[in-house]
């Protein structure tokens, strides 16, 4: 069984709609908790990060985490077309010690115009 | 902003050769780390490294090596390459050493080996 379970869509929704990506983790140590964004042909780029559980937001980007269910959702308000991309969960043990990422699959997401 | 440059960028490969894979940090960086992309898969943790020591290892094959240099730049050698080799290979490169707040991993943009 992988540590980060992801649903790799891919997942098609309108300009301005509520996006919400969600994956699930198997390893209760797990403190650290990431979106990555991904373009075509290029590498990953953190979106966000939060450390244990509760929400943070970003602009349109609010990131939450729930370690009692295990579970890690994304949410993107106002979708835009430049939005469109491939959305990677990770996460860590801690952020010390050059500590390893362990990612989802990734959900490919466009938004259509 | 300077980033992580990786060459090179596409790599072409018959099964049973080599290649070696170079990943050039952002400045001042003291770590980097190596994941595997396959075709519709996660990045895999391949190893890492700090302040050119070998700081931890992940699912690496025996036919992988790879170090880190003076310069801080890091090499990853394949041997004896597979089909199953062709992937994404992405270095990531952070600074643990004298760092404020979350440490961050930045990523190159991959090197695409395909093994023939």
């Known amino acids: 069984q992988k540590e980060v379970e992801q649903d790799p869509g891919p997942l098609s929704v309108p300009e301005g709609a509520i996006v919400s990506l969600n994956c699930t983790y198997s390893?209760?140590?797990?403190?650290?908790f990431m979106w990555y964004r991904q373009y075509s042909r290029k590498g990953p780029e953190l979106l966000m990060y939060?450390?244990?559980?509760g929400n943070k937001e970003d602009g349109r980007f609010t990131a939450q985490v729930d370690k009692s269910s295990k579970y890690i959702s994304l949410f993107i308000r106002d979708s835009q077309p430049s939005d469109s991309a491939t959305y990677l969960c990770?996460?860590?043990?801690?952020?010390?010690?050059?500590?390893?990422?362990?990612f989802g699959t990734g959900t490919r997401l466009t938004i259509i115009p | 902003a300077a980033g992580v440059i990786q060459s090179p960028r596409h790599l072409i490969k018959e099964k049973r050769e080599t290649a070696t894979l170079k990943c050039y940090p952002i400045?001042?960086?003291?770590?980097v780390y190596w994941y595997q992309q396959g075709p519709g898969q996660d990045p895999q943790f391949l190893i890492s490294f700090y302040e050119k020591m070998q700081s931890d290892k992940g699912s690496i094959p025996d036919r992988f090596s790879a170090q880190q240099f003076s310069d801080y730049h890091s090499e990853l050698n394949m041997s004896s390459l597979e089909l199953g080799d062709s992937a994404l290979y992405f270095c990531a490169s952070s600074l643990e050493g004298g760092r404020a707040g979350y440490n961050e991993q930045f990523f190159g943009p991959g090197t695409r080996l395909t093994v023939l």
């Open positions: 400045p001042r960086h003291d770590t």
């Open positions: 939060t450390y244990s559980s």
């Open positions: 990770a996460t860590q043990l801690s952020n010390f010690g050059n500590e390893k990422l362990t």
């Open positions: 390893n209760s140590a797990f403190q650290y």
